[in-house]
């Protein structure tokens, strides 16, 4: 019997700082324009939605920022994260290839996303601020942003995106539990909302309208700050505990990875693994391949276009240059809710660009599948959008079997699915569709990109 190996490393390995891969690109990231100028944004237009201290790490280019004690604190009641050696899904796939994965889900939350919220919450109550507004998805985000309003005395307020406040009752229970108010968005309390539900009395809302929702209250009080979940820099930097954490277990492992994969929704889950492994790449230049895995039906990397385009889809953010598929586009009520967003980090798209890194899209019962196949092997049932890294690492070792090459894969399992039953009964029921777009569909909401000399 091969059994599943666990890399442990005790609390006193916690890392003591975040890991900047601004101080080691190649080139620097095009810089974030003022939507009314179209001139680069400076820290004062961003101080009514964030704290200065998150702001400077936006723009940082420090390769180290400490973790401030307090937030260590809390990460130890769950952090260092276990890494695990798949070796029971290796041989049920019959591949030579080694497979590790760094598991998220033991989070109070259940994902990698408390990293960041912790983090945030800190900051925004050391500038004095009493509430924060943000959106969330599939719920992911909301609870983790709860849980640290908790923890630090603040009051969360949660835009959910309305497909998922009803199709996910107990996300939105969860945040209720930790304190936080949860509103199902396009919802009246906003301009922006009442804007959509004016045009749209039966929209579903997108991650899009969600944020603008958040952002617009957050702007007009000045007790009240803003807080997203992924695809900013100083989001992606907080998740780097992940990667940094992998790299001593990987060495615990006398293991180093050929192969990164992650999902992609925004990216900070891929960013947190994959940013301190590239960064070594590039001081080093040892070479990996690294994988990005995005749904077929929101197919931001493979198929958006890299141009300046805004946030959110009512105009409030400003704009960064990325991958997108236009930020009027409205994804199906599928159920990977977390992958729903239309943009990309800037920093993801900007790797993907300059040739660092590779991004494939699957359908999502190939995707459920490939997650159904991993709970029957390793006993963890994954988040849907885990299920995106997990089929895009057995792809990488069925790759290896058929090539006859045993290379190293390390994936991240960043959540895990217990909050999700309802969209594996679906699957299980044949009731999940598989969605692709022909190129008219994805040229609608392209052709409102803005104009950006
Ligand atoms: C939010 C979420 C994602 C998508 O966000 P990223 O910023 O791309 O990581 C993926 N998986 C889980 C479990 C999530 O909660």
Redesign the pocket.
């Known amino acids: 019997m091969t059994d599943t190996v666990k890399y442990t490393l005790s609390e006193s390995d916690l890392p003591t700082h975040w890991y900047n891969l601004a101080a080691d690109l190649p080139q620097p990231l095009p810089p974030v324009l003022h939507p009314g100028t179209k001139q680069p944004v400076g820290p004062e237009d961003l101080a009514p939605l964030f704290p200065m201290a998150l702001i400077q790490q936006e723009v940082s280019t420090e390769r180290e920022i400490e973790i401030p004690r307090p937030v260590r604190d809390i990460y130890r009641q769950w952090r260092p994260t276990p890494l695990y050696r798949a070796r029971r899904l290796e041989q049920a796939l019959g591949t030579p290839a080694k497979i590790f994965y760094k598991y998220e889900g033991v989070s109070p939350a259940g994902?990698?996303?408390p990293n960041t919220a912790v983090a945030q919450a800190f900051f925004n109550k050391e500038a004095g601020i009493r509430r924060i507004a943000t959106e969330t998805g599939?719920g992911?985000?909301g609870s983790a942003l709860a849980l640290s309003g908790a923890l630090f005395g603040l009051d969360i307020d949660v835009y959910m995106v309305k497909v998922s406040y009803q199709q996910k009752p107990y996300r939105r229970a969860l945040m209720e539990a930790y304190g936080a108010r949860c509103v199902p968005s396009p919802s009246a309390e906003t301009a922006s909302g009442r804007a959509v539900l004016a045009q749209y009395p039966d929209s579903r809302g997108s991650l899009g309208i969600a944020i603008s929702e958040a952002v617009e209250i957050a702007a007009g009080r000045p007790d009240t700050n803003y807080a997203l979940?992924?695809v900013l820099n100083h989001v992606l930097l907080h998740q780097t505990v992940i990667g940094l954490e992998c790299q001593r277990q990987m060495q615990l492992a006398d293991a180093w990875p050929d192969v990164l994969v992650g999902?992609?929704?925004?990216?900070?889950?891929?960013a947190g693994m994959v940013f301190p492994f590239l960064g070594d790449q590039l001081r080093t230049r040892r070479s990996m391949r690294i994988v990005a895995v995005e749904p077929a039906a929101c197919p931001t990397l493979t198929r958006g276009r890299y141009a300046y385009d805004f946030g959110d889809t009512a105009h409030l953010t400003p704009l960064v240059k990325m991958h997108t598929l236009g930020s009027t586009f409205v994804p199906p009520g599928f159920h990977a809710g977390?992958?729903r967003y239309h943009g990309m980090a800037p920093m993801i798209s900007h790797l993907l660009n300059l040739g660092l890194m590779d991004a494939v899209a699957y359908t999502q019962n190939d995707v459920f599948s490939a997650g159904v196949q991993f709970a029957r092997a390793e006993g963890i049932l994954p988040?849907p959008?885990?299920n995106h890294a997990v089929k895009g690492a057995i792809e990488e070792a069925v790759r290896c079997r058929e090539e006859g090459v045993a290379r190293t894969i390390l994936f991240n399992l960043?959540?895990h699915g217990h909050f999700d039953m309802q969209a594996y009964m679906d699957y299980f029921a044949g009731k999940l569709e598989d969605r692709t777009y022909d190129e008219a569909e994805l040229a609608m909401a392209l052709a409102g990109l803005p104009a950006v000399a």
């Open positions: 994902s990698h996303k599939a992911q985000w979940g992924s999902c992609t929704g925004g990216g900070s889950n891929f977390g992958l988040a959008e885990a960043c959540g």
